[in-house]
């Protein structure tokens, strides 16, 4: 078996970081494997960087694929289709893998389903796994809930986190046979992670800054910062978080809110202090030790959760719900007074809930089953 190959497809951040402890599964066990990345995050600090702090082997192909407008997402979905079919073609592999619920994680699955339709013309079957499996917001407006949806019912192997995703798909339809509860990858990331991270980065004392003693924001969501109305709500919403603790808020931007920001001539509050995107092993510093996490990254509060801080989720939503049902994350919305009281909750909350997102050895079980 271990001479079938896989694909491993992504375009984010936290796909590089959630696909890394498989990819290093693999080559502890000599599986054959090709990487794709097509783009979609492409600034140094969000790409580049992460392969060389992960130790992971060079992306086979760069597609280079950028958005070009929000409203343009059948294009940017679109193309990433017909370069990734180009490369499945030629390469054959046994299994797509992708991660999450990107418009990278929806090209790459229906490539490979529509490569799979003229398996009489191909001769062959390209399977696709789908990691973290199951999430929901139940917010058809997001286009990740869109995305993850389809590529669940386009999957051969739904890895889901936790049984509650399980259930969730069982009662969509989905086989129980293609279910998989592993546990998520972000566990095994973060344990291979944190230790490299204390020895080598000293982030704390580059920005003058001490642990717990201040806030760590993260926010770029489409919903969040493409509406002005709501943008400013949140920023307001923050100036009172800082006027209440008086502890400086760290807010490493994504290059989408930096362009939003401009666009709306929007200013960042007092107290928030605006540092350039950072590499994963300084992030995760940042994190680890901060008082209070703040972020409409679905990523962000299952890292929060694992690491037990505290974290406040600036959405009307989760597709990370059982990080709320754990009391290590509150949903505030976007009001700024909700989001004032839902800091003040968490700021004293007690740190002492359980992990509900696995033991460590999510990569190990999926590549288990994939090789059976």
């Known amino acids: 078996m271990k001479n079938k190959k896989l694909a491993f497809i992504f375009g984010t951040r936290p796909e590089i970081i959630k696909l890394s402890p498989i990819i290093r599964e693999c080559q502890r066990k000599k599986v054959s494997f090709f990487c794709i990345h097509t783009g979609q995050h492409y600034s140094y600090a969000l790409d580049t960087i992460f392969f060389k702090e992960l130790r992971l082997p060079k992306p086979e192909y760069r597609l280079q694929i950028k958005s070009k407008a929000p409203f343009r997402q059948g294009e940017h979905t679109g193309t990433m289709l017909i370069e990734i079919e180009k490369i499945l073609l030629r390469e054959m592999p046994y299994c797509v893998v992708v991660q999450g619920d990107t418009n990278t994680v929806?090209?790459?699955?229906?490539?490979?389903?529509?490569?799979s339709t003229t398996s009489h013309y191909t001769?062959?079957?390209?399977?696709?796994?789908?990691?973290?499996?199951?999430?929901?917001?139940?917010?058809?407006?997001m286009p990740e809930e869109v995305n993850r949806f389809i590529a669940d019912h386009l999957s051969d192997f739904l890895f889901v986190p936790t049984k509650n995703e399980q259930k969730l798909l069982l009662r969509e339809g989905v086989p129980s046979s293609w279910i998989h509860v592993t546990g998520n990858t972000i566990v095994d990331a973060l344990q291979q992670s944190l230790a490299l991270a204390r020895r080598v980065n000293g982030i704390l004392g580059k920005l003058a800054i001490s642990k717990n003693a201040y806030m760590l924001l993260t926010l770029h969501r489409q919903e969040n910062v493409d509406s002005k109305i709501v943008f400013k709500n949140?920023?307001?919403?923050?100036?009172?978080?800082?006027?209440?603790?008086?502890?400086p808020v760290i807010f490493p931007m994504h290059p989408r809110t930096q362009k939003r920001l401009k666009v709306f001539n929007l200013k960042i509050p007092f107290g928030i202090k605006v540092i350039e995107p950072v590499g994963f092993l300084d992030f995760l510093s940042l994190e680890a030790d901060?008082?209070?996490?703040?972020t409409d990254s679905g990523g962000v509060q299952e890292e929060s959760c694992i690491l037990k801080v505290p974290c406040v989720t600036l959405r009307n939503n989760t597709e990370r719900p059982q990080t709320v049902l754990v009391d290590a994350n509150v949903v505030a919305g976007t009001n700024p007074e909700n989001i004032l009281k839902a800091a003040i909750k968490m700021y004293g909350t007690s740190r002492r809930w359980r992990n509900p997102l696995g033991d460590g050895t999510a990569a190990k079980q999926i590549l288990n089953i994939l090789l059976k």
């Open 290 to 294: 901060s008082r209070l996490t703040l």
């Open 123 to 141: 001769g062959f079957y390209i399977k696709v796994a789908h990691v973290e499996a199951g999430l929901r917001s139940f917010d058809r407006s």
């Open 106 to 115: 929806l090209a790459a699955a229906l490539t490979a389903e529509k490569i």
């Open 234 to 247: 949140i920023l307001k919403g923050l100036e009172s978080v800082y006027e209440k603790f008086r502890l």
